[in-house]
């Protein structure tokens, strides 16, 4: 059964990092692009980056182009995003989905499956 978790969330003051895990089973890691996503309070789900399958393509939503680094260990079956520069816009639960593919991040909200998510605060 796919499982996905995610660690690494808590509390930064503006311009702080945070570095976010997803340990995946259920599944051969590789055979998915995965994504993660966010959720401010009161707001809808946003499309935050993605990563490819085997190749290593990524993409990233605007917002976060040059601050969010994603990447992935297959062998590990572990997703990661590195955040530095940290703003409080950045505040919310993050979530690392599983899709099909790794294209347009900015609106996109058609993930498979993903975890019960990691709260981020950015707060000083």
């Known amino acids: 059964q796919l499982r996905l978790v995610e660690s690494g969330g808590g509390l930064v003051e503006p311009g702080g990092s945070l570095r976010l895990s997803c340990v995946v089973s259920g599944f051969t890691h590789d055979y998915y692009t995965m994504h993660w996503f966010r959720q401010a309070p009161g707001k809808e789900r946003e499309g935050v980056s993605c990563?490819?399958?085997?190749?290593?393509?990524?993409n990233y939503a605007d917002s976060v182009k040059g601050r969010f680094t994603i990447s992935r260990d297959n062998a590990k079956n572990t997703l990661y995003l590195q955040m530095n520069a940290l703003k409080p816009e950045d505040t919310g639960v993050y979530y690392c989905?599983?899709?099909?593919?790794?294209?347009?991040?900015?609106?996109?909200?058609?993930?498979?499956?993903w975890g019960n998510g990691t709260l981020v605060t950015v707060s000083s």
């Open positions: 990563i490819s399958r085997t190749d290593g393509y990524t």
């Open positions: 989905a599983t899709d099909r593919i790794c294209g347009v991040v900015d609106g996109y909200s058609g993930w498979d499956s």
